[in-house]
């Protein structure tokens, strides 16, 4: 379906990235526990609300819990 192909257009960076956020973690969190600067976790979130087409962290857990 549609949401499955604009998930398979994350990279596997993103899609850590998404099922973190999803998981409730901060960016800060994220960027700990994949070792990047807060900066780059909103460069990857900003990619993966486009191409999700969602426009906040909410929006993106609802949608990568129906990719479970």
Do not use: C, F, P, W
């Amino acid at each position: 379906d549609d949401l499955s192909q604009m998930a398979a257009a994350l990279t596997a960076r993103e899609a850590e990235v998404a099922r973190l956020v999803a998981g409730g973690q901060s960016n800060a969190g994220i960027a700990q526990a994949l070792s990047l600067s807060e900066a780059t976790v909103k460069a990857h979130l900003t990619k993966i609300y486009v191409k999700l087409g969602v426009r906040t962290r909410t929006q993106l857990a609802v949608v990568m819990g129906g990719l479970r």
